[in-house]
């Protein structure tokens, strides 16, 4: 069941979230994405397909990482490294198997970036929710 409290917990997850990944894609390793797949990158992204990603996933993330681990910020971290590596991995070593010259190197720091970027927004997300959380009772959690 949908409450208030999960509500607040995944916005506080998108946040954190989109503030972490723009500034990795934006600031941190953008010329190393250019420097890796330039050749398969737009010049404008398709921000409706970005923000379905972004919403879908935090969603996924809130679910399997973020819920279970809601009072221990370290169990989060644990599910959300998991999650992220699985969910990069699926993008990143099919198009590894499938794409011609697909570079190794980008896949492997995918990997470790949704990782650890995962690990952290559900740390910090099961942190917030643990000081949410002492405002409600155990039963609205």
Do not use: E
Not at 21 to 30: G, I
Not at 40 to 69: E, H, K, Q, S, T
Not at 71 to 77: E, K, R
């Amino acid at each position: 069941m949908i409450r208030v409290h999960h509500i607040k917990l995944y916005f506080a997850a998108l946040a954190i979230f989109l503030v972490l990944d723009m500034f990795w894609l934006l600031v941190l390793a953008r010329n190393f994405y250019q420097q890796q797949i330039g050749q398969y990158m737009r010049p404008d992204p398709n921000l409706y397909a970005a923000g379905a990603f972004y919403l879908l996933f935090i969603a996924g993330l809130l679910y399997f990482a973020i819920l279970p681990g809601a009072h221990a910020p370290l169990h989060a971290a644990q599910r959300g490294a998991f999650f992220g590596l699985l969910t990069y991995a699926t993008y990143d070593l099919t198009n590894l198997a499938i794409m011609r010259d697909w570079p190794l190197l980008l896949t492997l720091v995918d990997l470790l970036w949704g990782s650890a970027l995962c690990a952290v927004v559900a740390a910090a997300t099961a942190w917030l929710g643990s000081r949410m959380g002492k405002a409600l009772p155990a039963a609205q959690l």
